[in-house]
């Protein structure tokens, strides 16, 4: 993306990214459409279009979504259990033990409180 200068600065090195003032607006305001982040940004005088709003929001999503897939890998690394199968047929095993699923269920439900 192009780098422009925003209207008031000087010559001092300064300038800011397109694409760096659409999150700075999403950052102050998550839930704002399209249509105000661009009125948001002309004030400032930074002409943006609807399509680019768009795709900085869809890219915000993308890297959240690759965080949480990263937490939730790193917690089932920690569960001890390398095969989600062989939990499942223990799971299955303890219901027998206790009388089946309803009594397991009532059993968990139990330390839960």
């Not at 192009?2 to 700075?24: F, T």
């Not at 950052?27 to 400032?44: F, G, H, M």
């Not at 989600?84 to 047929?89: A, K």
């Amino acid at each position: 993306m192009a780098k422009i200068k925003a209207e008031g600065d000087s010559n001092n090195g300064e300038s800011s990214n397109k694409s760096e003032a659409v999150r700075g607006v999403f950052a102050k305001n998550p839930k704002a459409t399209s249509r105000e982040v661009i009125s948001t940004l002309a004030e400032s005088g930074i002409k943006v279009t609807p399509t680019m709003v768009y795709y900085v929001r869809s890219k915000q999503k993308q890297a959240n979504r690759k965080v949480k897939r990263a937490l939730v890998a790193e917690s089932s690394r920690k569960t001890g259990a390398k095969n989600p199968v062989e939990v499942v047929i223990r799971v299955k095993d303890l219901a027998r033990e206790v009388g089946g699923m309803q009594h397991l269920k009532q059993l968990v439900d139990l330390l839960a409180e």
